[in-house]
Every structure is written in structure tokens, then in C-alpha cells.
């Protein structure tokens, strides 16, 4: 026998050349275009049959590929190449929204439109608000009729519910800015979007994403003043939206102030001259007192780690309280202040369950250190009050509110009396 290992049989014969499956296609958009516009040129201006045929074609064009070639031909009748201009070597169509009557009927027929096919083929969702954030650079490219045209459709998209507020971001493209094309388009923008919706869903959409607070950039750093802002969109019938950034304003004032005060209690700065500040800060940047008082009592109650324990909290706060009156009583010089406070306290108990039953508690004490009067706790108990806890607060309240009253006819009396 052989020492040597024996060697294992091998394979042989010809190795077949296997096929990338995963080797991408050229990107040719010729042949999609030629059928979108075919489809577009045979249903015409029936926008209902625009949406079948749309519809339709998903099943046999590949949209998903072709996404932004699509929808450059849906809004300006053919590819469009970088800046706005269309592609020459490409057929197009006269049946697009670029070409459309220039009115709020129709554009919101061609919203209808982008809403079916969205809807139908929901993967377009993603393509199509980039597309838009693109037209929006574009728009030194088109004509005013145009960007009028998609400034209607995108507010009312957006009033719908079919584009986010993120795609405005587009619109604070720095030589757009500087073209004055920004503002122009935000005004027909929003325009449509109020007319669909209102103030407050437009503000509700604007905050989600944090639009709110950035739509001074619409205009050149050297226009970039509240009273600008106003003036311009005033003069434009958007009122709405002047006092909409107003308001955004200053609750960023208001915020900013609060996070000052706080920091300044932490530090131990003096009473005397955090009421200084506030009352300087009233001065410069027009706030009232009723926000003043607002603002310092959301500084308080923020100052301190409240106890979990509902049996504990009241005593604390009592102590919490008694501490930084002066500060509240600083801010409470008229009736309205007084209440705004009350009201303020109200809304704190209630958002805070294991102050639910310190409420009447907390009123008490600021009734006792002349921080709110008998008349704002008797206004507050019969008319000013918040929904929020209502029924538990007045129990809470009832005899304190009797007391008062009681006191009050007692006081009338002997005024009565000195006088026969």
C-alpha cells in the first residue's frame, strides 16, 4: 500500500458566465414621456379622464422609476431641465397645469387630480414632494402666470393634507430671496391655503414642522423687521398671516424671558432685582402685565422638584409659594392681572393631578399676602372661571366664596350704621 494520500476527484468542464441581477438599467425616460404625453394629448382638458388614464397607465409604465418625469409633465407639459426650462429634444404637451385657465376652480380640479393618483400609487407620496420642493427653486424659470398657477395648487395640497409644510423650506432658497420671488409666492400660497382651510390649521401645520418660527426669512436680511413683515402681508389682504408671525414672535419673547427669569432664580439673584428685569422687559419689549404674570408664575412653579405625594405637595407649595409672593405680587397692579393669575393657577392644578385638591389652598394664601383681591376671586368664582376641573375647583371654593361674601354685607352694614 501506498503511503501517499490519495487526491479527490475535481470538477471540470466550461464555467457559464452568470448575469448580474442586480445590474441597474439606463435611466431613458424617452419612451415614458412619449406615452405620457400621447395620454395626455388624447383626453385633452377633461381632467377626469386625465385621472383614468393616469390611473391606468400605473399598471403598464414604470412610475416608481420615472417619478419626477411624470410629474414635471403633469405640471409643465414635458421634462424639465435644471433652472425650469423644458427639455427641446422631447415631444410635450399643451395639456398640462402650466397651460391651465388661470383660476381656483381649475387648480383645485388639478389637485383632485395629483390626489387620485397619489392615493392610487401611494410609493409617489415621497417623489411628489420633492418634485414640488424643486419647482419651488425653479421659479425664476417660469412665468408669473405659471408660478401663480402652482402657488394655488401647492396651498391647496397643502390645505388638503397631500404635501407637508417642510416643502416651504424650498421658498427660502437664498436668490429666490433676494428676486423678491419668495414673498410673492407665499402670498398667493397662502392665500389659497387660508381660503381652504383657516388661520389656525395653517398655524398648526406651520408648527409641526417649525416653519412658524423662520418666515421672516422670506425676505433680505436688510427687510427682515416685524414691521416689514406686517406691512407687506397687510398690504397684501393677509392680515392673517402678519398677526400669525406676530403672535410667533412673541411667544419666542415670552419664552426666552421665562428661561431668563428661571436661570436668574436659580442663581439666587435678588427679588428685588428679578422684579426689576420684568418690569424693564414689560417696557422694551411691550408686554403686558397679565403675560408678565403669567410668565413669572410658570417661572416659579418651574423652580423646584415637586413632591409626588398629594398629601405632601400642598405643603410644600404653600411654603413655595409664601416665598416668592413678592414676585407675583410685583405683577398683579390691576384687577386683569389678578385674575390672569387665578386663571393660570386653575390650569396648573388641573394639568397637575397631585395639585387637584391644592387649589383653593394656593388661593388662600395669595388672598392672605394681597397678591389677588376679594374682587377677582368673587369675578373669578362667578364668571371668569376656566372649564378645566370647573366643578371640583368651585367646591373646592364654596365656603371661602361665602366667607367673602359674608364679610362683604358685614362690611356694608357697619358702613351703613357710621353714616345714620
Sequence with gaps: ???????????????????KRDEKERFDPTQFQESIVQ??????????????????????????????????ILVAGGMLAPGGALSDDMTRTHFC???????????????????KLIRRYKYLEKGFEEEIKKLLL??????????????MLTGILLANGNLSALILSSLFNENL??????????????????????INSVAASLRKVGIDSRLMELFPVNKRSSDYFSKYFTDAGLKELSDLAH???????????????????????????IIAYGREEIKKSSISEQKMIG???????????????????????????KQHSPLLKAFTTQG?????????????????????????????????????????????????????????????????????????????????TDED
Excluded at 97 to 115: G, I, R, S
Excluded at 177 to 198: C, R, Y
Excluded at 299 to 311: D, G, L, Q, Y
Aim: proline share 1%.
Design 336 to 416: 386683569l392681572s389678578e385674575l390672569t393669575l387665578l386663571l393660570r393657577v386653575q390650569e396648573y392644578c388641573y394639568d397637575n393631578i397631585h395639585f387637584m385638591k391644592t387649589f383653593q389652598k394656593i388661593v388662600l394664601l395669595l388672598y392672605k399676602v394681597n397678591v389677588v383681591s376679594e374682587e377677582a376671586v368673587l369675578k373669578w368664582y362667578t364668571e371668569a372661571h376656566l372649564a378645566k376641573g370647573k366643578s371640583v375647583f368651585l367646591e373646592q371654593m364654596k365656603k371661602f366664596v361665602e366667607w367673602l361674601k359674608n364679610a362683604e354685607e358685614e362690611s356694608e352694614s357697619e358702613e351703613e
Design 177 to 198: 430671496v433676494k428676486e423678491g420671488l419668495s414673498p410673492a409666492f407665499a402670498v398667493m400660497l397662502f392665500k389659497s391655503w387660508i381660503s381652504e382651510k383657516d
Design 97 to 115: 397645469l402650466f397651460t391651465a385657465p388661470e383660476d381656483v376652480k381649475t387648480m383645485k380640479a388639478y389637485a383632485q387630480v395629483f390626489n
Design 39 to 72: 395620454g395626455l394629448n388624447q383626453t385633452g382638458t377633461d381632467l377626469e379622464a386625465v385621472a383614468k388614464f393616469l390611473d391606468s397607465s400605473g399598471a403598464k409604465l414604470d412610475y416608481r422609476r420615472y417619478a419626477e418625469t411624470l410629474f414635471d
Design 247 to 273: 403672535n410667533q414672535r412673541s411667544l419666542g419673547t415670552r419664552k426666552e424671558l421665562q428661561k431668563e427669569i428661571q436661570e436668574q432664580m436659580s442663581q439666587g439673584i435678588s427679588f428685588k432685582e
Design 1 to 19: 500500500m501506498s503511503n501517499q494520500k490519495q487526491q479527490k476527484p475535481t470538477l471540470t468542464g466550461q464555467r457559464f458566465k452568470t448575469r
Design 295 to 321: 410668565i413669572m408664575w410658570t417661572s416659579v412653579m418651574s423652580s423646584v422638584e415637586w413632591n409626588k405625594k398629594e398629601e405632601l405637595v400642598t405643603e410644600q407649595a404653600i411654603k413655595h409659594l
Design 138 to 151: 425653479f421659479l425664476k424659470g417660469f412665468s408669473e402666470s405659471e408660478r401663480n398657477k402652482l402657488a
